[in-house]
């Protein structure tokens, strides 16, 4: 809607609110008055104000005009009547004929049937109906667009006040939805398992606005152009920075933001609220407030995707106009877990250290915060829808990544529960730290070798911290994926130079870049597959883009600098493309031989067994390759034909069933007849009861994430292998469907490990 050029009237009527909200009072007669007020300045029999509780009721709690009778009596559901269908849809309704209007519910009580025009607009903020504001008239009469713009004036100011609590009465039955008091439970998608009881952090805190209503238009328009200003400023500074030059991506993010704040229509509207009488902030706030809605409607990806920006740039001239920080300083939170819509890598890495868990509303299980969030063990529960509205910063809050849960402002029992939970995982953790120094060997004298997956600079400190013996895994697709796009290759080589130096001598596997599928890198990745899982992925994209291939080859070569090189290829499902592969990787060591550079001590290059076909490749291949990593995920995933990011199939079948462990053992064969090493490297690995019977299989090296290292060592150290072995031989032989069981009860039946601890320790 176009809004009206000026209207004096809505200004009187705002200055009056104030006045009438800067008196003290009770909650119910300040109410009372201000319905008094709207309906006389906007010329109607009746305004009613139904505030919205925490039960989605609309509850009638002010009119001029109605009953009083019916005040606290009257309600409608969401959806129910015209109220109800306002705070549901967050959209005006203007009806001449309010009977003859779609979803009119008569309410008797009020006494309304008289009245037969009607104009009813949310009372909303940021996205949230609080409730909802009528006006009615006796005659037959279309409400004009400069009173619907009037009455949403109104509305804005009234929303600033249910946020503040004004309209909060102690001796109330209900509690109203802006009320966030009480405990609520949400339920989203697992981003990364793990449990954190800390304090809501909210990455955009809600900014509380105690004056909406503003005396002076031309101040108030001055303080949005100087706010616009810096605004655009700070822009134009961070397009001409170095760091951003050097991110196209980002750069052009960059460049439309700028364009989207010097949109006329945007600015225009929010002028003419000041002229309504609405202070800048609010007059941002409005906008803000409608775009939410919008994003809440539209369907198509890019159109919301391009809302979120305008709602991100919005937020950013709320904090210049209120004096806000944009940078969190989390240091000073307890524990704090960062509740957001979504995320930037960026964002993450800077607050990683302090954080304890992170909530999305948004996010998948592909998404760059999933990917950094994994890597750096920090839980995460994605899709929680709407809890950012339900959430205040500083509540106290439990996630529960095993479950995808989250309980915000829990009870003290619920509290209790997870603390214990905790403290027995920490003294856990305290008993493996005892064991961290000694060596994966079990009761029968075999000697496992344990390592750490990792990808990030930020995983290394873990490496010494939990006594692993190299990293088994290093995915180097993170540091691409965190950035967007590829790294040069004096940065990358720069990156594995610091990775070997952390490992002080320790070995690193090094895997070269494993795009595609979940992990997606627009600058590589572009198309939209029908398969992802199945497609253009990994080594099938890295020999068809050799030139990427080739350049982390040499920057491989070059961050080695004369020492080790180990380096694994993903996603191998046929010998030739494993043969290409280290073709290329050995003919660049000789090309960088020939342009003087260091070239490494030794290198070894071999294949990640992910794909079914390549356990029955040639023997030839299991010659040409220096050791076979099994990446159980994958493996996993396409030996049952069941998707690993799909919560509805991925827990479906067991790793420890007798049908994949057959096949592992085919695997751990094939590498003992061509004398290879063979190690694990999925998620399984780093599962106390798994690892056991990896190990029993014939594994020898597993690579997990830091954290599961004790609980496995600790495991290992208190069996013997071949008891295990003996009792995996006999379900194999009585066909059992899984050893999970039996192997669970023997270690009960033994004390050497119950079930129950698992769950308190994994
Ligand atoms: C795997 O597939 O098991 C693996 C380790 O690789 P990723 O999880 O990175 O696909
Ligand atoms: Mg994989």
């Known amino acids: 809607m176009i809004p009206p050029k000026k209207n004096v009237d809505s200004r009187i009527l705002l200055q009056r609110l104030k006045q009438t909200l800067a008196e003290?009072?009770?909650?119910?007669?300040?109410?009372?008055?201000?319905?008094?007020?709207?309906?006389?300045?906007?010329?109607?029999?009746?305004?009613?104000?139904?505030?919205?509780?925490?039960?989605?009721?609309l509850e009638l709690y002010a009119t001029e005009g109605l009953f009083t009778t019916a005040v606290h009596y009257s309600e409608l559901k969401l959806g129910q009547g015209l109220v109800g269908k306002i705070a549901e849809n967050a959209e005006p309704i203007n009806t001449s004929k309010v009977a003859k209007t779609k979803g009119f519910r008569y309410l008797p009580e009020t006494g309304e049937e008289r009245f037969k025009s009607f104009l009813g607009v949310p009372i909303q903020r940021l996205g949230t109906v609080l409730g909802v504001l009528v006006i009615q008239n006796l005659t037959e009469r279309e409400y004009s667009d400069d009173e619907v713009y009037g009455l949403e004036i109104v509305a804005m100011v009234l929303a600033e006040m249910a946020e503040l609590g004004v309209f909060t009465e102690s001796g109330n039955k209900h509690k109203l939805s802006q009320e966030k008091k009480g405990p609520f439970t949400a339920i989203g998608l697992i981003g990364?398992?793990?449990v954190a009881l800390g304090t809501v952090v909210l990455l955009n805190p809600e900014i509380k606005i105690t004056n909406p209503v503003a005396d002076n238009p031309i101040l108030e328009k001055e303080k949005l152009n100087v706010a616009l200003t810096k605004l655009k400023n700070e822009l134009s500074e961070n397009i001409s920075r170095k760091h951003f030059k050097q991110k196209r991506e980002f750069l052009e993010i960059l460049e439309t933001h700028k364009l989207l704040i010097e949109d006329k229509g945007w600015l225009n509207r929010m002028e003419v609220s000041i002229d309504n009488g609405l202070s800048a902030t609010v007059a941002v706030e409005k906008e803000q407030t409608e775009t939410k809605a919008r994003i809440a409607k539209v369907q198509?990806?890019?159109?919301?995707?391009?809302?979120?920006?305008?709602?991100e740039i919005s937020n950013t001239l709320l904090k210049i106009l209120t004096k806000q920080k944009s940078k969190l300083k989390l240091g000073t939170i307890t524990s704090p877990i960062l509740l957001a819509r979504n995320v930037s890598p960026?964002?993450?890495?800077?607050?990683?250290?302090?954080?304890?868990?992170?909530?999305?509303?948004?996010?998948?299980?592909?998404?760059?915060?999933?990917?950094?969030?994994?890597?750096?063990?920090?839980?995460?529960?994605?899709?929680?829808k709407a809890i950012i509205e339900k959430a205040a910063h500083g509540d106290r809050v439990i996630l529960d990544g095993d479950q995808a849960m989250i309980n915000l402002r829990p009870e003290e029992e619920v509290i209790q529960a997870y603390t214990s939970k905790l403290s027995m995982r920490t003294k856990a953790q305290e008993s493996f730290l005892a064991i961290r120094d000694l060596s994966a060997v079990t009761l029968d004298g075999i000697k496992i070798s344990l390592m750490i997956n990792a990808g990030l600079m930020a995983d290394l400190p873990s490496l010494a911290k939990s006594g692993a013996e190299g990293v088994g895994l290093y995915r180097t697709e993170l540091q691409f994926l965190i950035s967007n796009t590829v790294p040069k290759r004096s940065e990358q080589a720069q990156i594995y130079s610091k990775v070997l130096d952390s490992a002080k001598g320790l070995p690193v596997f090094f895997?070269?870049?494993?795009?595609?599928?979940?992990?997606?890198?627009?600058?590589?990745?572009?198309?939209?597959?029908?398969?992802?899982?199945?497609?253009?992925?990994?080594?099938?994209?890295?020999?068809?883009?050799?030139?990427?291939?080739?350049?982390?080859?040499q920057a491989l070569i070059r961050g080695a600098h004369g020492r080790d090189l180990n380096i694994v290829i993903p996603l191998v499902a046929k010998p030739t493309e494993f043969d290409q592969a280290k073709e290329i990787i050995l003919s660049e060591i000789v090309r960088e031989k020939r342009r003087k550079h260091l070239v490494p001590k030794s290198i070894m290059v071999g294949a990640m067994l992910e794909v079914p076909s390549l356990a029955f490749a040639s023997e030839s291949f299991f010659k040409n390759a220096d050791f076979i990593m099994v990446g159980g995920n994958d493996l996993k995933q396409f030996f049952f034909a069941a998707d690993r990011e799909n919560e509805k199939v991925r827990r479906r079948y067991d790793v420890l069933s007798t049908s994949f462990l057959s096949f592992l053992s085919l695997i751990c064969e094939r590498c003992n007849q061509s004398k290879i090493p063979l190690s694990f490297c999925g998620e399984d690995a780093g599962k106390p009861i798994e690892a056991l019977v990896l190990s029993a299989l014939g594994f020898r090296t597993l690579s997990m994430q830091p954290d599961c290292i004790g609980p496995v060592k600790s495991l290992l150290r208190s069996v013997s292998l071949s008891e295990i072995k003996a009792l995996i031989t006999g379900c194999l032989e009585e066909n059992i469907e899984t050893v999970r069981l039996p192997i669970t009860k023997y270690l009960e039946e033994t004390n050497i490990y119950s079930a129950k601890m698992a769950n308190n320790t994994a």
């Open 24 to 57: 003290q009072g009770e909650a119910q007669a300040r109410l009372n008055e201000i319905v008094k007020l709207i309906a006389t300045s906007m010329e109607s029999e009746v305004c009613s104000i139904y505030l919205r509780r925490t039960d989605d009721v």
């Open 192 to 194: 990364k398992e793990g």
């Open 300 to 311: 198509n990806y890019y159109f919301k995707e391009r809302l979120n920006e305008f709602y």
């Open 346 to 384: 960026l964002e993450l890495i800077s607050m990683h250290e302090h954080l304890k868990g992170v909530i999305l509303e948004e996010g998948s299980v592909g998404s760059h915060a999933t990917i950094i969030c994994r890597a750096l063990n920090i839980p995460l529960v994605i899709q929680a």
């Open 511 to 553: 895997r070269t870049l494993d795009v595609g599928s979940d992990k997606i890198l627009p600058s590589i990745t572009p198309e939209i597959e029908p398969n992802p899982a199945l497609g253009w992925r990994a080594i099938r994209l890295s020999l068809e883009k050799s030139g990427v291939f080739k350049m982390q080859a």
